[in-house]
């Protein structure tokens, strides 16, 4: 079975603070894609990045940075020096070939105060 | 330009009715979208179209009707909406229904059964 696991309903920060947003997969497939979105508190769903199961190296876009690990299973995403813009909520997706579905997580809310 | 648009932004209607809910896109795509996230912000997939062809029909109430007159246009008909029917409606679509290919999504329906 595909399972996201967001285990951080809420993070709450204060500005320039580092945080970090866990996410833990589940997939008996070889090849897949782990992806993630935001969703600032006007509703839209923005693509942040997307990562394939054989690129294992960690990504860098400004403030923002992704850690994969296929060892445990992990994507997690941090945010460095965060800032009141950032928040919002953050969801975790997994998509593998055999379904086609992409399978999201919980999501986690974060919220960073001034 | 949106890419990914939706129409109507709210709908407010009453128990019983019947409501549709379009979505266009213009980025050339070939695979279109319709998720529901419920009031927990849980996203979850109901339908998938690839070039007019549905490629994914979950575990929906046969209530709600998918409808692609072309591949840039998918439609949602629900009839006789039920409380449980609130939500937000995402329509999101990708180059093709390859794993590998980025979901772009619309800016969402907020639904509201009373």
């Known amino acids: 079975a595909q399972k996201v696991t967001q285990a951080q309903t809420e993070i709450s920060v204060v500005e320039k603070e580092d945080v970090t947003l866990d996410c833990v997969y589940e997939t008996r497939d070889t090849t897949y894609y782990l992806f993630w979105y935001k969703q600032p508190p006007s509703g839209e769903l923005v693509f942040l990045i997307r990562?394939?199961?054989?690129?294992?190296q960690n990504e860098i876009s400004g403030r923002y940075s992704w850690n994969f690990q296929k060892s445990t299973s992990s994507f997690n995403f941090t945010i460095t020096a965060s800032q009141v813009v950032d928040s919002a909520v953050y969801f975790c997706?997994?998509?593998?070939?055999?379904?086609?579905?992409?399978?999201f997580g919980q999501g986690t809310t974060l919220q960073v105060k001034p | 330009d949106t890419a990914v648009s939706q129409t109507p932004k709210y709908l407010v209607t009453q128990m019983g009715n019947d409501k549709s809910i379009k979505c266009e896109q213009n980025l050339g795509h070939d695979t279109m979208y319709w998720y529901k996230q419920d009031s927990k912000k849980f996203l979850k997939i109901m339908f998938s179209?690839?070039?007019?062809?549905?490629?994914i029909n979950e575990t929906v109430p046969n209530r709600f009707s998918p409808k692609s007159p072309d591949k840039a246009h998918l439609n949602l008909h629900i009839n006789s909406l039920e409380l449980g029917d609130s939500a937000v409606y995402f329509c999101?679509?990708?180059?093709?229904?390859?794993?590998?290919?980025?979901?772009?999504f619309g800016p969402g329906t907020r639904l509201t059964v009373l």
């Open positions: 999101a679509s990708s180059r093709n229904r390859l794993a590998g290919n980025t979901q772009y």
């Open positions: 997706a997994l998509r593998t070939g055999n379904t086609g579905k992409l399978i």
């Open positions: 179209y690839n070039n007019k062809e549905l490629i």
């Open positions: 990562r394939n199961s054989f690129d294992e």
